[in-house]
């Protein structure tokens, strides 16, 4: 398992970690930002399969900022997965 640190723009979430393992997504956390949003959608994802996960978040808009927290994740995970 290889865990990710991920430092988002854009967005009230400051720090994002995570593990993949097999494709599969382990320990989303997110420092900052919704907390009851962004806890739901760490259990929602946990062993969740990591390239469609960045399909199903990547270009997710948080009130017209152009990202949001869950488009940051898509982009953390796609980043993870290119190295």
Known sequence: ????????????SRQI???LEDGKLHNIR?????P????????LLEGAD???TVKLLKGNDCGGRGT??????????EQALQE
Do not use: E, H, W
């Open 50 to 52: 990591a390239q469609n």
């Open 68 to 77: 949001s927290c869950a488009d940051q994740l898509a982009l953390a995970v």
């Open 17 to 19: 970690t995570f593990s």
């Open 36 to 43: 009851g949003n962004l806890s739901a959608i760490s259990k």
């Open 1 to 12: 398992m290889k865990n990710y640190v991920y430092k988002p723009r854009g967005v009230c």
């Open 30 to 34: 997110f420092m900052g930002g919704c």
